[in-house]
Antibody, heavy 120, light 109 residues
Framework: QIQLLQSGSEVKNSGGSVKVSCKAS????????LHWVRQAPGQGLEWVAW????????KFAQKFEGRLTLTRDTSTTTVYMDLISLKSDDTAMYFCARGSRMNDLAFDLWGRGTLVTVSS | QSVLTQPPSKSGTPGQRVTISCSGSSSNIGSNSVNWFQQLPGTAPKLLIYTNNQRPSGVPDRFSGSKSGTSASLAISGLQSEDEADYYCAAWDDSLDAYVFGAGSKVTV
């Protein structure tokens, strides 16, 4: 079954860090970019970053530079998002999404999301 | 505030045609393709239109996309109750060096 399975909800303190996983299954892991998109409560979508699972190359939205690390484990077909120095406005649902073959930015497969709550 | 401007809401009756606009600039829509996503309440987004006007397999042909200059639009014809959702346009922005989404348009049937 083609899917992206994300880790469970997290509650973290302000200033702390969180690591969210996204396990890909049912397709060739290294063949597709994986993106992270977040959505604050009641708000719209915000692109966070992407990783090329084949090369481990990454690209981040500027606001996350220095706070975000993306890694991948090809043996377990899992991508990890590690966000540090958490702030209250990092509270959001974090989705991983696969870039399609036709267009790397057309996300054709999505995880169900991981809710990260940052409490002050 | 998003660099891609969408109307906050649109409404229509069953069977009607609804069009959602997405206005950008030369650094995003003007030089890159546009994708559209549909998000039903409480669920992850779903790819609706890619590369301006292409429909992924399984998306009804009631949904269509177009792009002209620095603007794009999504049309829903034959509106159905299950089309009630939030719709987002997105494009790469060369100036921001980031993928940007519109703020979303809520469609009410």
């Amino acid at each position: 079954q083609i899917q992206l399975l994300q880790s469970g909800s997290e509650v973290k303190n302000s200033g702390g860090s969180v690591k969210v996983s996204c396990k890909a299954s049912g397709y060739t892991f290294i063949g597709y970019y994986l993106h992270w998109v977040r959505q604050a409560p009641g708000q719209g979508l915000e692109w966070v970053a992407w990783i090329n699972p084949n090369t481990a190359d990454t690209k981040f939205a500027q606001k996350f530079e220095g706070r975000l690390t993306l890694t991948r484990d090809t043996s377990t077909t899992t991508v990890y998002m590690d966000l540090i120095s958490l702030k209250s406005d990092d509270t959001a649902m974090y989705f991983c999404a696969r870039g399609s073959r036709m267009n790397d930015l057309a996300f054709d497969l999505w995880g169900r999301g991981t809710l990260v709550t940052v409490s002050s | 505030q998003s660099v891609l401007t969408q109307p906050p809401s649109k409404s229509g009756t069953p069977g009607q045609r609804v069009t959602i606009s997405c206005s950008g600039s030369s650094s995003n829509i003007g030089s890159n393709s546009v994708n559209w996503f549909q998000q039903l309440p409480g669920t992850a987004p779903k790819l609706l239109i890619y590369t301006n006007n292409q429909r992924p397999s399984g998306v009804p042909d009631r949904f269509s996309g177009s792009k002209s200059g620095t603007s794009a639009s999504l049309a829903i014809s034959g509106l159905q109750s299950e089309d009630e959702a939030d719709y987002y346009c997105a494009a790469w922005d060369d100036s921001l060096d980031a993928y940007v989404f519109g703020a979303g348009s809520k469609v009410t049937v």
